[in-house]
């Protein structure tokens, strides 16, 4: 399988239909890993796939030019689903130069034997020509990695961006203006929430420091390329790494026997009857991934944290919830806690404190039930979820 970006600029990558589970990312439509062909005086391979599939890389190369004909392979990520199949590509590829930054030269030699490796560190101030076409690079530290770089041909306008602009989605389309655009723009979103968050920072500068390049094309190392919807995603890509928010309660939470659950249908009730501008979702943490948990709290201005109590902590599930969200650290939300317990109360009190340590604001007192929750308790759940969504709304601004 290939595809064409340019005249001579071909995809040649993997799409991995059937990953399920990307280093715990839920990867529910597949993932592919995107390397593409540079064929002129010259000839270069930007990034390669994970280790498996490097023989499908070598053969989707070989179906377009000789094998030793490749001049350069340029790294611009090491992180292993693309750098995995570094090794067998430059075993493979007699002729082969490694172009990489002197980062990601670092990280390569903790993964790899480079001693018969041939590699020419690159700098942002080298321009590797080809031929008709050029090589330029953009260091994008911590985006996600040290050593995260972008290649750019100017000929062509063309930004090949590593992880940034993303998708985990496995498709036999590779550009956007093929595919439902609501379904990338999703599966974009679940990829910045839960990779890239928390180096927001990083991305704005990067957003910044390619502003002033000409981009027709922005071809990442996951999921599709962009050629149609390049406003779109860079416009998103501003919104989530500004931290913004959109009226939006999520409430989270996990239950033993009911009664936190219908506590967070309290909560549901009230914040849906505030307001139709608010939009408001109800996830069980044991029955939905982590990965959409985050995709959706990456932009909800408010949102609610429940867990019923057992052995005097907050449910398992719920712990590793707030152990991955404290990695990700999103813009601070409008917060509350809730929950049952027995005969000591625990969950509600260490949802309390989780809140108030990560940074986030009280909306609404706390509301807890011993044992089944009494009309009263639900009463308080629908107070405090009129109170998210009224704080949902007046919340949407950015941090
Ligand atoms: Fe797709 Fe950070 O690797």
Redesign the pocket.
């Known amino acids: 399988m290939s595809a064409q970006l340019a005249e001579n600029i071909d995809w040649v990558g993997y799409v991995d239909w059937n990953v399920r589970d990307f280093h715990s990312f839920d990867t529910f439509r597949g993932a592919t890993y995107n390397s593409y062909l540079i064929r002129d005086t010259k000839t270069a391979v930007i990034d390669a796939v994970k280790a498996p599939y490097s023989s499908q890389l070598l053969q989707n190369i070989a179906e377009k030019t000789a094998l030793e004909k490749i001049d350069y392979v340029v790294c611009n990520?090491a992180?292993p689903?693309?750098a995995g199949g570094l090794a067998a590509l430059l075993t493979a590829l007699p002729n082969a130069v490694l172009l990489c930054n002197k980062k990601c030269l670092e990280s390569l030699a903790g993964y790899f034997d480079i001693s018969r490796w041939k590699i020419q560190i690159i700098t942002p101030d080298d321009k590797i020509p080809l031929g008709k076409f050029s090589l330029q690079f953009i260091n994008t530290p911590m985006v996600?990695?040290p050593e995260s770089m972008f290649t750019y041909i100017p000929e062509e306008q063309i930004l090949f961006s590593m992880?940034a602009f993303g998708q985990h989605l496995a498709t036999s389309e590779r550009f956007d203006d093929q595919y439902d655009l609501s379904v990338i723009m999703q599966e974009a979103k679940a990829y910045y929430a839960n990779i890239v968050t928390p180096y927001s920072k990083q991305v704005q500068r990067t957003l910044e420091a390619a502003s002033s390049l000409p981009v027709r094309m922005i071809a990442p190392?996951?999921g599709l390329i962009w050629r149609k919807n390049i406003g779109r995603i860079v416009e998103a890509y501003k919104d989530w790494a500004g931290g913004k928010y959109v009226p939006k309660v999520l409430i989270v939470f996990d239950s033993m026997w009911d009664s936190t659950a219908a506590l967070a249908q309290g909560v549901l009730d009230g914040a849906m009857s505030e307001s139709d501008e608010v939009d408001v979702q109800l996830m069980h943490v044991r029955k939905t991934s982590m990965t959409r948990i985050a995709a959706e709290m990456l932009d909800a201005a408010a949102v609610a944290l429940g867990s019923a109590t057992l052995n005097m902590q907050m449910m398992p599930q719920m712990g590793g919830l707030l152990t991955y969200l404290s990695g990700l650290k999103f813009a601070p939300k409008k917060a509350a806690a809730f929950g049952s317990y027995g005969w000591a109360q625990a969950g509600v009190i260490l949802l309390e404190k989780w809140i108030e340590e990560t940074g986030w604001t009280k909306a609404a007192d706390s509301v807890s039930s011993q044992f089944r929750p009494k009309p009263e308790d639900i009463e308080k759940a629908r107070e405090a979820g009129k109170l998210l969504s009224r704080a949902a709304l007046a919340g949407v601004v950015s941090k």
């Open positions: 990520h992180e689903d693309h996600h990695w992880d190392s996951h």
